[in-house]
């Protein structure tokens, strides 16, 4: 049980392009999806936690207009990123959970994107 | 907020040794997991302890909550054991964001 998937699982897109990540629980209702971006060698970074239905908090420093999230129902999250630059080149993971009392997370295979 | 210091850092070991991770935190913490990121990036669920002791095969983990600090064993390492091991937890409060720790990157060779 607990399974998140991620799509893609890579992406490469040019300059100035847009790229959506699907997230998904395949086997539970996800009442909060969080994503995280992880640079090499690096911890994760929390960029924003969404509820289905309601706008996504973005942490301090986290562009919104650049990374749009739309949770669109209790088992999809998307992460669109707009006009990638090099430097949004990144390997992005999205995670879920459906616990209210101890939060306990269950994370996506992550998406590397490479924008050139 | 609360920093998550993990040691060692790096850890290599023969297949067959045993070790143990560690991870401090500079406040009390809720929800604490630990997970392991292998070589393709996917992180997986080692445990979820609060508090207490779990086992699950040859891992095991501990969490004194009252000294800030949770341990994971790992026993009789293999090669797939290699990877990165992040311990996180939730700040008390109700929050539900995981503060995570930099990791302990183990390396076991055959």
Same mark, same amino acid.
């Given at each position: 049980g607990a399974v998140v998937s991620q799509h893609p699982s890579w992406v490469i897109c040019k300059s100035g392009t847009s790229v959506k990540i699907e997230c998904r629980s395949l086997d539970f209702q996800a009442t909060t999806m969080f994503w995280y971006r992880q640079f090499p060698k690096q911890s994760l970074m929390l960029m924003a936690t969404s509820n289905e239905g309601s706008k996504a908090t973005y942490e301090q420093g986290v562009e919104k207009d650049k990374f749009l999230i739309n949770h669109a129902s209790l088992t999809l999250s998307t992460l669109t990123v707009t006009s990638?630059?090099?430097? @949004? !080149?990144s390997f992005y993971i999205c995670s879920a959970s459906s616990d209210t009392l101890t939060y306990e997370q269950y994370f996506g295979p992550g998406t590397r994107l490479t924008v050139t | 907020g609360i920093q998550v210091e993990q040691s060692p850092p790096d850890l290599i070991l023969q297949e067959g040794a045993n070790s143990t991770l560690r991870c401090n935190f500079s406040d009390s913490v809720n929800n604490l997991q630990w997970f392991h990121q292998n070589p393709w990036g996917q992180l997986i669920n080692l445990f979820y302890i609060p508090s207490g002791t779990k086992q699950n095969g040859r891992l095991s983990a501990t969490t004194v909550a009252t000294e800030r600090y949770s341990l994971l064993y790992i026993s !009789? !390492?293999? #090669? #797939? @054991?290699s990877g990165v091991y992040f311990c996180a937890g939730t700040t008390q409060g109700g929050s539900e964001k995981l503060v995570f720790g930099k990791g302990t990157k183990l390396t076991v060779n055959p």
């Open positions: 990638a630059h090099p430097e @949004d !080149s | !009789s !390492s293999q #090669t #797939t @054991d």
